[in-house]
C-alpha cells in the first residue's frame, strides 16, 4: 500500500472524515500502532492498541474527555495543524463543505473504505459527474429485484479509463447477477456481512481531457430478498444532473412515497418533497446542481 502524499493528507485533513484522516497520518508519518500507543503513554495518556485501530477505521469515535485529550496529543505526535483532528470530530454540519465527501460520510458501514482500498480509487477525482439516471425496480412482494445505473461522465484529465461504483443494499442483500454496458467489470469485491459491493468499471479506452464517456451498468437480486422501503445514492463530489426512479409492481403499490435528503451517514433521513406515483406505477425526481451528499426515495406501504 503507498503511503499518502502530504497534498492528499491536507486535503483529507481538511475534509475529513477523522477516521480517514488519522488513517493516512499514520501511513504518511510511517509509525505503527503500537509507536503512537507509546508515545501517548510516555505522555500520561492510556489508549489500548485496539482503540487506535478501531479510530482509524471508523468502528468507533473518540468522544470522552480522555479520548479527546489523547486526540490532541496525536495531532502533536504526528505533526499536524493543531485542531485539525479534533475539528472533523464535529458533524458535518458545522465544518466548511468541501469538494470531494469521503465514502465513509455517505456509507455507515465500515467495511467500504476496505473494499475501496483493495481496488483502489485511481482516476476517479478526475471525472467530472454529468449526468445520471437510476432506476430501482421492485417485485411483487415488495422486494428489490434490480438497480440500474446510467451515467456520463467527463474527463477533468487525458487518461482517466475506469469508475468505481459502490452499492449498499438496504438489509444487506447481495447481488445475485450484474450487467454491464458500454463499459466492462474489473475487479468487483463484496462484504457479505454488510451487502457492499465495490466494482471497477473499465472504459474501453483511457479518455483525453475534456472528452466525456456513457456507460450503464446494474445488479440483479433473487425473487426472495426481503421488502425493502428506501432506495438512493450517496454523492462524494456535486453532480450537474441526477434522476432517480423506482418502478413498483402493479400488485405492490405504496400508499405514499417521498424525495428524501441528508448531507453525511451520522444526520437522519430528512423527507423534502411529497413524490406522486404516476398511472405506470413509479416513482420520480430530477434534481439540477445536485450537491454532495445522501439523495433518495422513500415510500410507505400503509
Not at 7 to 26: C, E, K, W
Not at 241 to 249: A, C, D, G, I
Request: proline share 6%; charged share 25%.
Amino acid at each position: 500500500m503507498q503511503s499518502a502524499t502530504e497534498d492528499d493528507l491536507l486535503q483529507t485533513l481538511q475534509y475529513g472524515p477523522f477516521n480517514v484522516a488519522l488513517h493516512s497520518a499514520i501511513r504518511a508519518r510511517g509509525l505503527s500502532l503500537e509507536a503512537l500507543r507509546r508515545r501517548l503513554e510516555e505522555q500520561g495518556i492510556a489508549v489500548s492498541l485496539s482503540t487506535l485501530s478501531y479510530w482509524q477505521r471508523g468502528r468507533t469515535r473518540p468522544e470522552r474527555a480522555d479520548s479527546l485529550r489523547a486526540v490532541r496529543a496525536l495531532e502533536v505526535i504526528l505533526g499536524l495543524p493543531r485542531h485539525s483532528l479534533l475539528t472533523l470530530l464535529k458533524p458535518a454540519a458545522e465544518r466548511p463543505a468541501g469538494p470531494w465527501l469521503p465514502v465513509e460520510e455517505l456509507c455507515p458501514e465500515p467495511g467500504v473504505r476496505d473494499l475501496l482500498d483493495e481496488i483502489g480509487e485511481r482516476g476517479e477525482r478526475l471525472l467530472t459527474g454529468l449526468s445520471l439516471h437510476d432506476q430501482d425496480v421492485l417485485g411483487p412482494r415488495r422486494q428489490l429485484r434490480e438497480v440500474r445505473s446510467r451515467a456520463v461522465f467527463q474527463a477533468q484529465q487525458r487518461g482517466v479509463d475506469r469508475w468505481i461504483a459502490v452499492y449498499h443494499h438496504p438489509h444487506g442483500v447481495l447481488p445475485s447477477s450484474r450487467t454491464a454496458r458500454g463499459c466492462r467489470f474489473g475487479r468487483v469485491r463484496m462484504d457479505a456481512a454488510s451487502g457492499l459491493v465495490a466494482a471497477e468499471l473499465l472504459f474501453d479506452r483511457a479518455l483525453g481531457r475534456g472528452e466525456t464517456y456513457l456507460l450503464e451498468y446494474g445488479f440483479g437480486f433473487e425473487e426472495t430478498g426481503p421488502p425493502v422501503s428506501e432506495e438512493g445514492r450517496g454523492f462524494r463530489t456535486p453532480h450537474h444532473e441526477f434522476l432517480m426512479e423506482v418502478r413498483f409492481h402493479p400488485s405492490a403499490l405504496p400508499a405514499r412515497c417521498y424525495r428524501t435528503w441528508r448531507p453525511d451517514a451520522q444526520t437522519a433521513l430528512k423527507d423534502s418533497a411529497d413524490l406522486r406515483l404516476s398511472g405506470y406505477h413509479s416513482a420520480h425526481f430530477i434534481e439540477f446542481g445536485v450537491p454532495a451528499g445522501f439523495h433518495g426515495i422513500r415510500w410507505e406501504w400503509d
